[in-house]
C-alpha cells in the first residue's frame, strides 16, 4: 500500500485531537492518508484498551482514513530503541508515505516526546537498505519519507508552519467526540481525568482560534519541522 500521508502517533486520539483537521483537508485535496498508533493507550484514565480501539475505528471511518492499524507498544513503557525501531519499520516501508506527521517534540506527556524520537529514527533506518525486514512473509524495499512534520499537542510552542482548517473543525471535533469514554461526557460516571472535562475541550477549540489567527483563518493547526523548509513560489504562501 502506498499512502501519501502517514500519521504514527503514540496513542488512539492523538492524531484526531492535533491534527485532524488537516487530515480531513488533505482527504478533500484526493490525498490519501492512514494511521498507526503505537500504543492501545492501556493506561488512560477512562474506559478500556478495547473500548478505545472501537472508537479509534469510530474516528478513521469520520476520517476517511485508507487504513489504521495499531502496532500494540506498551502504553508508557515503550522505547527507542532497536525492538521498537524494527518493529516500526515495517509499517512505514509498507505504507511508503511520502510525509509523516507524528507527536510533539516536547510535550507534559513522557509519551509524546519519546514517540517523536521513536518515529524520526525509525523513518531514517527505513531507508537503509541493509537493514532487511518483512512483512506478511515478504521481503521489504528500503523506503525513506520526505518530510517529519510534529503536532503540536498540550505545551504551547511555536510552529514551523500552520494549516489552514477553518472547513473542516466540525469534522475534526467530530472526530475528537468518537473517543466518548475519554473526552467530555456530563453523564459519565467514570473518574475525571486531564483531558475528560469542558475545559479541555475549550482548550481545543482555542488552541484552534490561536494558530488560525497566526494566518487570518477561523481555525489552524500548527506543525513544527527540525528541518528548514525551502519554497520555490514567494505567491504560494497564504
Known amino acids: 500500500m502506498k499512502v501519501d500521508v502517514l500519521c504514527i502517533a503514540a496513542h488512539p486520539d492523538d492524531t484526531e485531537m492535533s491534527a485532524g483537521g488537516t487530515i480531513l483537508s488533505l482527504i478533500a485535496q484526493g490525498k490519501t492518508v492512514a494511521a498507526v498508533d ?45 525492538e521498537h525501531q524494527m518493529a516500526l519499520i515495517p509499517a512505514i516501508r509498507h505504507y511508503r508515505p511520502e510525509i509523516v506527521i507524528t507527536n510533539t517534540i516536547d510535550d507534559r506527556h513522557p509519551d509524546h516526546g519519546r514517540a517523536a524520537q521513536l518515529v524520526v529514527e525509525a523513518c531514517f533506518y527505513a531507508g537503509l537498505r541493509m537493514i532487511q525486514t518483512t512483512r506478511d512473509g515478504q521481503p521489504q524495499e528500503a523506503w525513506r519519507p520526505k518530510y517529519v512534520y510534529h503536532f503540536i499537542q498540550d505545551r504551547s510552542l511555536k510552529p514551523s508552519f500552520v494549516v489552514d482548517i477553518s472547513d473542516h473543525w466540525e469534522g475534526k471535533l467530530a472526530s475528537i467526540k468518537a473517543y466518548r469514554s475519554q473526552f467530555y461526557d456530563p453523564n459519565s460516571q467514570e473518574p475525571a481525568s486531564y483531558i475528560s472535562s469542558a475545559d479541555f475541550m475549550d482548550f481545543l477549540r482555542a488552541r484552534a482560534e490561536e494558530y488560525g489567527h497566526m494566518i487570518g483563518a477561523k481555525y489552524g493547526e500548527g506543525f513544527i519541522s527540525q528541518r528548514m523548509l525551502g519554497v520555490t513560489d514567494l505567491f504560494g504562501l497564504v
Open 38 to 82: 503505537l500504543t492501545r493507550g492501556e493506561l488512560g484514565t477512562r474506559g478500556t484498551p478495547e473500548i478505545r480501539l472501537a472508537e479509534a475505528d469510530a474516528a478513521t471511518k469520520i476520517l476517511g482514513l485508507v487504513a489504521r492499524e495499531n502496532m500494540g507498544f506498551r502504553d508508557g513503557f515503550f522505547r527507542n530503541d532497536e
